[in-house]
C-alpha cells in the first residue's frame, strides 16, 4: 500500500516542528504547558532550542497536540532518538488480525459499498458491492481512478453521475486544504495533499473561489452522495470509521468508509445488482 511520506527539511529543529503543531493548533504555550503537564517556561526553552527535549517529553507534546504516528517519528529523530512507531503493510504477518478485521468488516458491509482507505482516499480495499456499483455508474467499465478523489472530480469518471456533485467536491476540497495547511507544519516543500489539491483544481468546471481555504466552515453531520444514471436515483450516506489507539503509522493512515443507502428504493436497488451479480 502507498503512504504519503515525511520530509522534514534538512537539519529541522524539533523545537521549531513542535512550536508549529502548536500555532496549528491554534493553542497558547500556556495552554499547551497546562494540557502536557509542563511549565510554560521549560515549554518555551524548548521551542526555542535553549533546552533539548527528552524523548518522554516528546511524547507528551505530542499526545497533547494530536500528531499523527508518521509525524511523530520524523519529532523523535530531529530530536535525536531513534522512531518508536513501524509501518507495516497490510498484507504482513504482523497486521494479518488487522487485515481479516477489515476484510470481515468489508464483506459485511454487502450489499452495500464499503472501502478502505488512506488519508489520502486511494482505495486500498473495497467490497464486491463498491465494483458492482461503480461499473453500474459506468456501463460496465471498471474506474480509471485507484484514488476516490479522481473519481468524483474527473468528468469521465463518477463525477458525471453525481447529482449533488458541488456538495460532495466542496466537502472534499475542504478535507485537502485542512491536510495541506496541517502540511505546513511539517515544514516540508511538497507535499501529497498538496499535489492532490492542484489536481482536484485543475479538472474543468471546478469554481475559482474553491483554490481558497474556507475557514470557520463546519462540515455538515451527514453527507448523502445522489447519483443519477438511466432514469435510476439513487442516494447513500457514509460513516467513516478509524482504528482506536494505533500503534502502527499504516493503521493511524487509515479507515473505513461505509455506505448505506439513505431510501429504500437504493436498498432494493442494491439487492438487486447483489442477486443480478452485477
Not at 177 to 202: F, I, K, P, S
Request: hydrophobic residues 40%; negative net charge; aromatic residues 8%.
Amino acid at each position: 500500500m502507498e503512504n504519503g511520506s515525511i520530509s522534514y527539511a534538512a537539519g529541522a529543529d524539533v523545537g521549531a516542528m513542535l512550536r508549529e503543531w502548536r500555532l496549528l493548533r491554534r493553542l497558547s504555550q500556556l495552554d499547551l504547558a497546562l494540557h502536557a503537564d509542563v511549565s510554560a517556561r521549560h515549554l518555551s526553552y524548548v521551542e526555542t532550542g535553549r533546552s533539548k527535549p527528552s524523548r518522554e517529553m516528546i511524547v507528551r507534546l505530542a499526545e497533547s497536540l494530536a500528531v499523527p504516528l508518521r509525524e511523530r517519528n520524523a519529532l523523535f529523530m530531529a530530536g535525536g532518538f531513534a522512531p518508536k512507531y513501524p509501518e507495516s503493510g497490510l498484507d504482513t504477518p504482523r497486521l494479518a488480525q488487522i487485515r481479516y478485521a477489515v476484510d470481515a468488516i468489508l464483506a459485511q458491509q454487502e450489499p452495500y459499498p464499503a472501502y478502505l482507505c488512506n488519508r489520502h482516499w486511494d482505495i486500498l480495499i473495497e467490497n464486491q458491492a463498491a465494483k458492482r456499483l461503480n461499473r453500474y455508474l459506468l456501463d460496465g467499465r471498471d474506474s480509471r481512478h485507484a484514488n476516490m478523489l479522481h473519481q468524483f472530480f474527473d468528468p469521465a469518471d463518477l463525477r458525471g453521475a453525481v447529482e449533488n456533485w458541488e456538495e460532495i467536491a466542496g466537502s472534499l476540497l475542504r478535507y485537502l486544504h485542512n491536510e495541506v495547511a496541517a502540511a505546513r507544519a511539517e515544514t516540508r516543500a511538497e507535499t501529497r495533499a498538496a499535489g492532490l489539491l492542484e489536481e482536484m483544481l485543475a479538472y474543468p468546471g471546478v469554481p475559482a473561489h474553491w483554490r481558497h481555504r474556507e475557514l470557520g466552515t463546519a462540515p455538515a453531520p451527514v453527507l448523502t452522495t445522489c447519483f443519477g444514471h438511466h432514469g435510476t436515483r439513487l442516494a447513500f450516506f457514509s460513516t467513516i470509521t478509524t482504528f482506536g489507539t494505533p500503534r502502527d503509522v499504516t493503521l493511524d493512515e487509515v479507515f473505513i468508509e461505509s455506505c448505506f443507502p439513505a431510501d429504500e428504493a437504493t436498498a432494493a436497488f442494491c439487492r438487486r445488482l447483489q442477486a443480478e451479480g452485477a
